[in-house]
C-alpha cells in the first residue's frame, strides 16, 4: 500500500484519462488507440516507446476485433509488464547479493539533485536492515555540500563513510573506500560520484578512472553502475539517461521523485528506451521510502 501511496498522483491522472479515453466506446476501435496513445505520452511514457505498445495493442485487437474497452486496463497492464520484463525489471522482492567474500559494488552517478545522495542513504538502510556490512564512499568530492549530506545520511543510518576533503581526487577517494571495505569485511560498497554533464570528457574520463582504481582492489567492480533521475523531470530524465550511457555503461536504474508527479510513466519509458532495468524506485523523502522495483506490483498499482 505504500507504492499506491506513492504512485497516486500518477494513479489518478492515468485512471482519469483511460476513462476519457474510452468515453462511449465499447469496443477498442482506432479512436480509442489514438486517446489512449496520447494518455501514454502525456504521462512521459515516451512517444517510441508509446509506439510499441499501441502496435501491440492493435496486434491483439486485430485478433479479436470484439474486444471490449472494459478489457483495456488488463491488456495494458500485460503489454506494459512484459516490456518490463524484457528489459530485465526485476520482479522480486528481495535483496539477492551475491556469495562470495568479494563486497558487492554499486557506483552511483547521476546529476545533482535528482536524488542520489537521498538513494545512497536509504539503500545503505535496506542493506543494513538486511544485516549486511555497509560501506559508503563520498567519490562526489566536488562539493562540500555532497560529502556533508552523505555524511549526514551515514550518521543516520550507523554506516561508515570513506572521505577526503573537498577536491581531493575521486578515485583516490574510491580506493580507499574500497581498501576499507576490504579490510573491514564489507558485504556492501556504494561509492557516490560527481555527475557534472556539462563537462561530458571529464565525466567519462573520472568515471573510468574510478572503475579502474576500483578493480585494482575488486577485479569485477564494480557490480554496478547506478543512474539515479528524478522521475518527476520527463524529458530531463530522458536527456540525462542519454548523456550517462554515452559517458559509462549503466546498469541500473532508480527512479526518485515518484511520489512527487502525475507522470510516472516515465519508468516504463526510459527503462525501455535505454534497456536498462529499473532496480529501484524512490516514492517519499523518508528512509523507507525506497523500493525495490517490482514489474508486476507496479503494473498493478497503476491500472487496477
Ligand atoms: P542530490 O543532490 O542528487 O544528492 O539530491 P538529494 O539526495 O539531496 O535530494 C534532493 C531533494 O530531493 C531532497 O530534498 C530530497 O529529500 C528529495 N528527494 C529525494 N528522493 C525523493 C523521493 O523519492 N521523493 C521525494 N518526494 N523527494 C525526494
Redesign the pocket.
Known amino acids: 500500500e505504500n507504492l499506491d501511496k506513492g504512485l497516486a498522483k500518477t494513479k489518478e491522472s492515468v485512471f482519469s484519462k483511460l476513462s476519457r479515453a474510452v468515453v462511449g466506446k465499447s469496443k477498442v476501435d482506432d479512436e480509442v488507440l489514438d486517446n489512449l496513445e496520447e494518455v501514454l505520452i502525456t504521462s512521459d511514457v515516451g512517444v517510441d516507446t508509446t509506439l510499441k505498445i499501441i502496435e501491440r495493442i492493435e496486434e491483439r485487437v486485430s485478433k479479436d476485433k470484439y474486444l471490449g474497452v472494459s478489457e483495456l486496463n488488463v491488456i495494458l497492464k500485460e503489454e506494459i509488464a512484459a516490456l518490463l520484463e524484457e528489459n530485465n525489471s526485476t520482479d522480486v522482492s528481495d535483496f539477492e547479493l551475491p556469495d562470495r567474500p568479494e563486497p558487492y559494488v554499486i557506483m552511483v552517478v547521476?546529476v545533482?539533485?535528482?536524488?542520489?545522495?537521498?538513494?545512497i542513504g536509504k539503500l545503505a538502510h535496506k542493506f543494513k536492515a538486511a544485516g549486511k556490512n555497509v560501506y559508503l564512499g563520498a567519490a562526489d568530492t566536488f562539493r562540500a555540500a555532497?560529502i556533508d549530506?552523505l555524511q549526514i545520511w551515514a550518521d543516520r543510518v550507523d554506516v561508515p563513510l570513506v572521505k577526503q576533503k573537498m577536491g581531493s581526487d575521486p578515485a583516490s577517494v574510491a580506493y580507499d573506500t574500497l581498501q576499507s571495505a576490504k579490510s573491514n569485511g564489507a558485504d556492501v560498497v556504494i561509492i557516490d560520484t560527481a555527475g557534472r554533464l556539462h563537462n561530458k570528457i571529464n565525466l567519462m574520463n573520472e568515471l573510468s578512472k574510478i572503475k579502474n582504481v576500483m578493480q585494482k582492489v575488486y577485479p569485477g567492480a564494480p557490480d554496478e553502475v547506478l543512474l539515479?533521475l528524478d522521475g518527476s523531470t520527463g524529458q530531463n530524465a530522458f536527456e540525462q539517461a542519454k548523456q550517462f550511457t554515452k559517458a559509462t555503461e549503466v546498469t541500473a536504474l532508480a527512479l526518485?521523485?515518484?511520489?512527487?508527479t502525475a507522470k510516472g510513466g516515465v519508468v516504463i519509458g526510459i527503462s525501455d528506451q535505454f534497456k536498462i532495468p529499473v532496480k529501484y524506485i524512490?516514492?517519499?523523502?523518508g528512509i523507507e521510502?525506497l523500493q525495490i522495483f517490482n514489474r508486476t506490483e507496479f503494473v498493478d498499482s497503476l491500472f487496477s
Not at 545533482?112 to 538513494?119: A, D, L, M, P, R
Not at 526518485?256 to 512527487?260: A, R
Request: no cysteine.
Open positions: 547521476g545533482n539533485g535528482v536524488g542520489k545522495t537521498t538513494t555532497a549530506q539515479i526518485t521523485k515518484l511520489d512527487g524512490g516514492i517519499g523523502e521510502d
